[in-house]
Nanobody, 124 residues
Framework: QVQLVESGGGSVQAGGSLRLSCAASGYTVSRYCMGWFRQAPGKGREEVAR???????VYADSVKGRFTISQDNAKNTLYLQMNSLKPDDTAMYYC??????????????????WGQGTQVTVSS
């Protein structure tokens, strides 16, 4: 059974940093595409970043240069380092995992598994 457990959310002031973690069990983070998504109140869920098994990454324009997605294969954990946070980054952040596709630098990943989410709140 696949479980994805996020942690690391919190409240920060604009300009601050947070690092989100997504610990996986029943799933190997290095094998398929994984990603981070977010959903702000009253808005739809949007992709923030994704990473393929070869390490290739894709970012939403709104976070390029500020966020970095990475994975630690030894810890079987996905990360999202978020710097220069803005109030617009306030949202519930979810990690997601693909069960089939290893490469997703061109085509979007499939979101077959989801974590429960972690809240990020950025104040001005």
């Amino acid at each position: 059974q696949v479980q994805l457990v996020e942690s690391g959310g919190g409240s920060v002031q604009a300009g601050g940093s947070l690092r989100l973690s997504c610990a996986a069990s029943g799933y190997t983070v290095s094998r398929y595409c994984m990603g981070w998504f977010r959903q702000a109140p009253g808005k739809g869920r949007e992709e923030v970043a994704r990473i393929g098994s070869g390490g290739s990454t894709v970012y939403a324009d709104s976070v390029k240069g500020r966020f970095t997605i990475s994975q630690d294969n030894a810890k079987n954990t996905l990360y999202l380092q978020m710097n220069s946070l803005k109030p617009d980054d306030t949202a519930m952040y979810y990690c997601a995992a693909d069960s089939k596709r290893a490469y997703c630098s061109v085509l979007p990943m499939s979101t077959d598994y989801w974590g429960q989410g972690t809240q990020v709140t950025v104040s001005s």
